[in-house]
């Protein structure tokens, strides 16, 4: 892992660990072997995307804060990673916390519009969830949460900062 990987990871870790929750925790709503519930996605181009329309692609969905060093650096990440994605049929669904989980960052479109052309794929959707989207997917108000789901819906895996998991995330993709 590159230095400025691992100064990334560990800002977001004590970020997570000084800062707290923004929203109350509950019982994971979402884990593996089970299926992501059904929810309605609000996209920044003002589409909606149910879950049931990804059923058929595995995906990656991801819950982020913009605040987050780590969270930034996945953005970009995925961006170089995007035709891998595109190979494998499989979508990004990189999604903004409630309330950014209470801290201020830049807006999840500037950080789209920072890693140009790439963000603009058609497999990689972009919003921000509402406070009980973010309860049921990330319970514990933790950031840079991601789940990867298979072609039923299910989840297979879950882990934090996918920038420092991209061997987890590709094998997913590459069905090992």
């Known amino acids: 892992m590159n230095a400025l990987l691992r100064v990334c990871l560990v800002a977001g870790v004590l970020s997570v660990l000084t800062a707290g929750p923004a929203v109350s925790a509950g019982p994971a709503a979402v884990d593996i072997g089970h299926r992501v519930p059904p929810v309605t996605y609000s996209l920044l181009d003002g589409r909606t995307l149910h879950s049931a329309r990804l059923r058929g692609h595995k995906y990656i969905l991801w ?5 987050c060093p780590s969270c930034q650096a996945g953005s970009t990440l995925m961006a170089q990673h995007v ?5 494998a049929h499989a979508a990004l669904v990189e999604m903004e916390a409630y309330d950014n989980l209470g801290g201020s960052g830049p807006s999840l479109a500037s950080i789209k519009a920072g890693i140009g052309s790439p963000g603009d794929a058609p497999n990689w959707y972009w919003g921000v969830l509402t406070r009980q989207q973010t309860l049921l997917l990330d319970p514990k108000g933790l950031m840079d949460v991601f789940y990867l789901v298979d072609e039923h819906g299910t989840v297979v895996a879950q882990g934090m900062a996918p920038a420092a998991h991209w061997d987890m995330i590709s094998a997913f993709l590459n069905g090992r």
Do not use: E, G, K
């Not at 819950?63 to 605040?67: G, P, Q, R, S």
């Not at 035709?83 to 190979?87: G, H, I, S, V």
């Open 63 to 67: 819950v982020m804060a913009t605040w």
């Open 83 to 87: 035709a891998d994605l595109q190979r």
